[in-house]
């Protein structure tokens, strides 16, 4: 198994920084404002009584709509994360962040589609948009459970639903190439400090099943947090060593040094190249069955569906890695509908005293999650949000200094705002995104204004800023 992000390839909590944290997006005019400052608008509310009604229409037809608003579970109250929320007949669609907060862009002429919000394990619950506008709006969902013996389902294994899903993705799944335009960021931390966050609007073209193209993005709007710490591992030892190779006049190579903060992490099309539908992990691979436990936990429901839930776990480290997680299938299509998994890469023990004695580090198996969801529309289900971390844990070893020690955590996350699905051709080489260069210096437009009116959906890591 392969994962990573960007250079960080293995193949074998935050700190809130409040009011401190500023952005750069390549426009001087934003320089100093809070991270998250005017991300929180109300809806454009022009709709006007009376004879200005048709002029109203036109209007916010010209500069779309934004609704928002804060979607609980009804009986707990509890914020529901990473509900789906999309138009009714139409592409436009976002997620909720960890506080259950969302906002949705939509063009103007969607004056008259409704708004669905879905969450697996929860009644689906559709909204005029009309009656959206113009306000903070209480969405509340009832929770729904199904008992496995209630369900219209095959009594089959879950090996056998794997099976059937994956043979009929060509059916489920969109196979023609597609351009997803979405809000994407990357952020690292060290020791829970920031040491780099990222966030871009960004047009990205999936290539067709299959295809010789690779998938790329097209930065749109991008900016990036200025007021960040440095790299602080092995600065010291770096240092001093540097200094004694210059007195020895050698030359010296820093083991562990601060450009790895720099690098680019791929991208959009990183965190889509890992859609487990277009490039099947070792858990849809039938070869790799004998080797994983998978079990029928339940049915769960989800925008009126049901949804077979498919628990696995791996019995035993296929290429060096384990994961275990849940695959949710479509009772009645066999169409995946979200894969959630996590594991970890295991460091094969013979190379653990290569890298201390060559490196003078002690390094932890690295871990890491995965979070892909997929949004039908006119049959076809599509990406519409996918999430991938990873945690490094990191000491020194050397011998009468003072041991370091690092927990390192890289997260990227995608969520699909619109989907062009007619005409969708490759993006031109020159607009293409070079992850070797920064997000701001390659965004389309420099409009210091987009910011004051997008309202991003907020990571995890970050859900405890100041707004």
Known sequence: MEFGVGRWEFRVGSSDLGDALKFDNG????????????????????LLAGLLLVSANAAIAQQGLELHGT???????????????????????????DSGRFSLSIDGTALGDSVRFSFIGHGMRTLAVKDMLDKDNAILLTRQSILLSEAVVRPLRPEDYIRLAVRRIPQNHATGPVIATGYYYELMTENGQFLRFD????ASYIPGMPDTVKGHSSILHARSAKDVTSLQFMQKTNARKQKKADRRGKEYEPIFDSTLTTDGFGGPSEILGKDPVRDLPDFLDTTQF?????TVEG?????????????????????HATAKGRIYIDADSYAFVAFEYEGRIVIPLLLRPVISMAAGLSIGNPTFQVRVHYREHEGIWHVGSAHQDIRLKMSTTALFQKNEHCDLFIEQAFVVNDLQVDGATP???????????????QARSKDPKFWDTFTPIR???LSTFGN
């Open 459 to 461: 990571p995890k890591k």
């Open 27 to 46: 426009c001087s005019g934003l320089h100093g404002q809070d991270i998250f400052a005017a991300m929180k608008r109300n809806g454009s509310g022009l």
């Open 71 to 97: 979607v609980r579970d009804a009986k707990s109250g509890d914020a529901l994360p990473a509900v789906s929320i999309g138009l009714k007949h139409g592409r436009q669609g976002t997620i909720t962040d």
């Open 199 to 202: 966030e871009a609007v960004t």
């Open 427 to 441: 993006i031109a080489k020159a607009e293409r995104y070079d992850s070797n260069r920064p997000m701001t210096a």
């Open 299 to 319: 049915v769960a429901v989800h925008a009126g569906r049901q949804l077979l839930v498919i628990g696995f776990d791996q019995r035993r480290k296929i290429d």
């Open 290 to 294: 004998k080797h994983i436990r998978y």
